[in-house]
């Protein structure tokens, strides 16, 4: 069964800190996928990465980036993290590029930026 | 731009009846779409797939429907159960059937009650 683990539930922290959301996968997948779920927007792309060191500006990657050192692990960085960045944040993985499997999820970290 | 949408933010529906879920897409080269399922405080999980060379798929309760002239698709659930109640996302996507990169509705929440 896919496992894909966010390294925190819940997250608060302080207008103008950087802030680390951490994600790890365990089915060795290619792809892995950084969204943000606001009320009355659905799910929004932040950033993807199809291979180790390789990433991709979603839709919104604006006051974000991302780190992919490993395959197994990708992280979203907050620069200077901003009340507007209060969000629940997910996490998704997925098998390789062009592939018709379905994207599994984390279980999402709910950032509270004061 | 809105290239998924789902206009209905809620349904109620008794226990046993069927439960029909709406979903329009705007951009005539989604040839992919997905529905998942996501309860409160965990990440989505997936449903059910149809490609564009099909008008409908169906797992167990759950049948997706197809209408590419009309740019809708719809979930049907039968019967409902309790444990549906949760927020249900429609995503698609452009190029080869694939899941590189999902859009999401903005939800609907379906309530079924006894």
């Known amino acids: 069964d896919v496992k894909v683990t966010q390294s925190s539930r819940y997250l608060v922290k302080r207008t103008g800190e950087k802030v680390f959301l951490e994600c790890v996968q365990d089915?060795?997948?290619?792809?892995m996928f950084w969204y943000r779920q606001d009320p009355g927007l659905g799910l929004r792309l932040i950033y993807f990465?199809?291979?180790?060191?390789?990433?991709e500006k979603g839709d919104i990657p604006e006051g974000y980036s991302v780190s992919r050192e490993k395959k197994e692990r990708f992280s979203l960085i907050l620069e200077s993290a901003s009340t507007n960045q209060t969000s629940m944040y997910l996490c998704?993985?997925?098998?390789?590029?062009?592939?018709?499997?379905?994207?599994?999820f984390g279980d999402g970290t709910r950032l509270s930026i004061l | 731009d809105q290239q998924v949408k789902q206009n209905s933010p809620s349904l109620s529906v008794q226990e046993g009846r069927i439960s029909i879920l709406n979903c329009d897409y705007t951009?005539?080269?989604?040839?992919?779409f997905l529905w998942y399922k996501k309860y409160p405080a965990e990440g989505p999980t997936f449903l059910i797939s149809?490609?564009?060379?099909?008008d409908k798929n169906e797992d167990g309760r759950f049948t997706v429907f197809l209408n590419k002239s009309a740019k809708h698709l719809s979930l049907h659930i039968v019967p409902s159960q309790p444990g549906d109640s949760a927020v249900y996302f429609c995503?698609?996507?452009?190029?080869?059937?694939?899941?590189?990169?999902?859009?999401f509705g903005t939800g609907t929440r379906l309530q079924v009650f006894p």
């Open positions: 998704a993985s997925s098998w390789g590029v062009s592939s018709n499997q379905p994207q599994h």
């Open positions: 089915m060795d997948h290619e792809n």
């Open positions: 990465s199809y291979d180790v060191k390789m990433k």
């Open positions: 951009n005539s080269m989604f040839d992919y």
């Open positions: 149809i490609s564009s060379i099909k």
């Open positions: 995503a698609a996507s452009a190029g080869n059937y694939n899941t590189d990169k999902l859009i």
